[in-house]
């Protein structure tokens, strides 16, 4: 067996419109800088995590653009919405031969979780009853499967008072879940548009910077950051171990 090497792209906060903007950052030009950067550094990837926010206003053109942008990747994309995403077309629009949304992927000797947080019409996150059970299935399936779950809203406080009001309401019926499965590894998420890098319990918990622009870490109030797009890469080995480390474009490759 050898290592799997995902790369998570998040929070792309695309437009309907090529010319569309978040802040000012044309997220669509971000996004290619991001996917250039990955292009440029990962001589091979197993897998896209495109963990929510990926697109702004909701539209199918949008998600199209996503999968567009993704391309030059020549890997398997695997999406999950956040509170921005259009929950009505999300599934309709991200799937594919290449494109898969929610569900598991069973790659070898791993299990990958995709969960769904978003509540229609609302920033926070919410584990509905249906998702918590379908994670417990999930586990039981695959004792023997060394597990990483993704899902876009933060299940421990970040630090940042504003954002972590924002984040998943019911954690703790998650961590119910997963304290009885030792085979998680990790967990890895979006919405937070930062690094963090955290331990409970045994497992992984991680958080990464958007494609586009980033909050600053430890505010009370929203607070831009001036840090670049970026986005995380994971190692999966055979073993259970999981390296991982985060990529921001230089300033060069991007147009900021
Ligand atoms: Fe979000």
Redesign the pocket.
């Given at each position: 067996m050898t290592s799997l090497r995902f790369v998570q792209i998040t929070?792309t906060h695309l437009s309907d419109r090529a010319e569309g903007t978040l802040r000012g950052v044309n997220t669509a030009q971000t996004l290619a800088a991001v996917v250039d950067c990955a292009r440029a550094r990962e001589p091979r990837i197993d897998g896209i995590l495109a963990t929510?926010?990926l697109s702004h206003d909701g539209g199918t053109p949008s998600y199209r653009r996503l999968i567009r942008a993704l391309a030059p990747l020549d890997a398997p994309v695997y999406c999950l919405p956040?509170?921005?995403d259009a929950l009505s077309v999300f599934g309709c629009v991200l799937k594919g031969a290449r494109v898969q949304s929610g569900g598991r992927i069973l790659p070898e000797g791993w299990q990958l979780i995709l969960l769904d947080t978003a509540v229609p019409g609302a920033?926070h996150g919410h584990l509905r009853p249906r998702e918590l059970e379908r994670l417990e299935a999930a586990l039981q399936a695959h004792p023997d499967r060394h597990t990483l779950i993704c899902l876009?809203?933060q299940p421990v406080p970040v630090g940042s008072v504003w954002v972590d009001r924002?984040m998943l309401d019911n954690a703790a019926a998650l961590f119910a879940v997963l304290d009885h499965h030792p085979q998680v590894r990790g967990m890895l998420w979006?919405?937070?548009?930062q690094e963090f890098d955290g331990m409970r319990n045994g497992v992984r918990l991680l958080a990464s910077p958007s494609s586009c622009v980033q909050f600053k870490p430890g505010c009370a109030d929203f607070t831009l950051d001036d840090r670049p797009p970026g986005y995380r890469w994971l190692d999966l080995h055979p073993d259970g171990r999981l390296d991982t480390g985060v990529v921001y474009v230089t300033r060069g490759e991007h147009p900021l």
């Open positions: 929070d929510g926010d956040g509170n921005h920033v876009h809203h924002l979006g919405h937070v548009h």
